[in-house]
């Protein structure tokens, strides 16, 4: 935790508990539904294990985060205590506040395409697809071979799968663009047909899945809010 401020102001009290760093990002995960250790790395991929494991500690003492064994499989996970989950309204301003007011250039200075593809999936509307497994690979001509391809798998139920292998699956459709457009429409800074339009994004493969992708496309929650420019 951070030293203490030394004030009874509640404002000082908790960000003595909230403002270590990547505290308020492994919030978001937690809220955002995450509850396995290797689903919250995912979500944040640059913190270390250790660090990740030590927050997590960190949160369970000041009351937001208990850890459970899950009944299915026996494992251990996490989930927010009441206090934790009163902290949506907290992380969700924060999150509309840096969509409004952060310069769009330099959140697209932090590109991350384990993360994008890790958000895509958890996001992604499954409604506007087919009854039957859909597969859609996002090639990223701008990155080396490990991080290159990517594959959204959508199953009949509403199960989306997320790999960085080659599932083996017949593609449905592939999706050939860099990492920055594509990071730029997730936020909602762009669009598909925009990017279409200047070549930066190129569609192969079933129409119906291409013509519906700025529906189905899991986008950022906070896609919707607009930019403001200070002046």
Do not use: H
Request: net charge negative; proline share 6%; aromatic share 8%.
């Amino acid at each position: 935790m951070t030293a203490s401020y030394k004030q009874f102001c509640p404002v000082a009290m908790a960000a003595e508990v909230l403002c270590s760093r990547w505290t308020i990002v492994l919030l978001r995960e937690l809220l955002a539904g995450s509850t396995r250790f290797n689903e919250l790395r995912r979500g944040v991929p640059r913190m270390s294990p250790a660090l990740l494991s030590r927050r997590l500690k960190e949160l369970e003492a000041a009351g937001i985060v208990e850890q459970i064994i899950q009944e299915a499989d026996g494992k251990s996970a996490y989930q927010l205590t009441e206090p934790g989950r009163d902290l949506r309204p907290v992380v969700e301003s924060m999150g509309i506040w840096g969509q409004r007011w952060v310069d769009a250039d330099l959140s697209l200075d932090n590109l991350d395409p384990s993360l994008l593809m890790w958000d895509m999936r958890r996001n992604l509307d499954t409604s506007p697809l087919p009854d039957e497994r859909s597969v859609i690979q996002f090639i990223y001509s701008d990155l080396s071979a490990p991080q290159k391809n990517w594959w959204l798998i959508v199953e009949p139920d509403g199960v989306v799968d997320l790999c960085s292998v080659d599932p083996g699956f017949e593609v449905d459709l592939y999706v050939s663009t860099r990492l920055r457009p594509m990071t730029a429409i997730w936020m909602g800074l762009s669009t598909v047909k925009a990017e279409q339009s200047i070549g930066s994004l190129d569609l192969g493969g079933d129409t119906n899945l291409s013509r519906q992708m700025q529906t189905w496309l899991g986008l950022s929650p906070f896609a919707t809010e607009p930019k403001r420019v200070l002046g």
